[in-house]
């Protein structure tokens, strides 16, 4: 935290005595200034830096009891019925393979029922979640649907309203779910909805 501090001082010895060398003549006002200028910037660096010290992350947000991924639910009685229902509601469908314990599926969870994304997949998507555990959990149903676990999780398929498979992001684009802002995950599934790609939600196109 002094560090910048330091720099910051030293920059502006250097800028007066640069001055001082033309022969200009550096007023009290003038120091003065430059003075407030370094303590204003350390003031804004320890707040910085304590801000970054004390970041709760997303998982200040997360209910304790909203735990998206239930480890004895039937998986393929659960899939076969969110496609269906997904069919009979004209919408898309995305299944996500993830565990209660990976920070990145809860914070993907968290993300997809934020306001912001809700206000545009209310009327577009259905969402369904499978519990693998610690990978060894319903990996059947996961190769059956083509689902590679090998990137992390959380991995998802997709379904058009007609049931036809999108794609996946078993490619990796959710698994670090935890850097992506509510914003990210929005233009991700409009991508999808809209233009049938599944990329990144940090990528740009």
């Not at 002094?2 to 033309?22: P, Q």
């Not at 370094?38 to 970041?55: F, G």
């Not at 577009?124 to 693998?132: C, I, L, T, Y």
Request: net charge negative; aromatic share 8%.
């Amino acid at each position: 935290m002094h560090l910048v501090g330091g720099i910051l001082a030293g920059v502006a010895i250097c800028l007066v005595a640069i001055r001082l060398s033309g022969l200009a003549l550096v007023s009290q006002h003038e120091f003065d200034q430059q003075a407030q200028l370094i303590k204003d910037l350390q003031k804004e660096n320890y707040e910085l830096t304590d801000d970054l010290l004390n970041y709760q992350g997303p998982d200040a947000a997360f209910d304790p009891d909203d735990l998206p991924y239930d480890g004895s639910a039937d998986a393929d009685a659960a899939v076969a019925d969110a496609r269906q229902q997904a069919l009979e509601a004209g919408r898309f469908l995305m299944i996500t393979f993830g565990a209660n314990w990976c920070r990145d599926c809860r914070t993907l969870h968290h993300i997809l029922k934020t306001d912001e994304v809700r206000a545009y997949t209310d009327d577009v998507f259905a969402f369904a979640n499978v519990d693998v555990g610690k990978f060894n959990r319903n990996r059947e149903i996961a190769t059956e649907l083509g689902i590679d676990l090998r990137r992390g999780i959380p991995v998802a398929i997709f379904f058009d309203p007609e049931g036809n498979t999108i794609g996946t992001t078993n490619d990796g684009q959710l698994e670090p779910a935890r850097y992506y802002t509510s914003k990210q995950i929005l233009k991700f599934v409009r991508d999808i909805a809209e233009k049938s790609v599944i990329a990144a939600p940090d990528s740009v196109q």
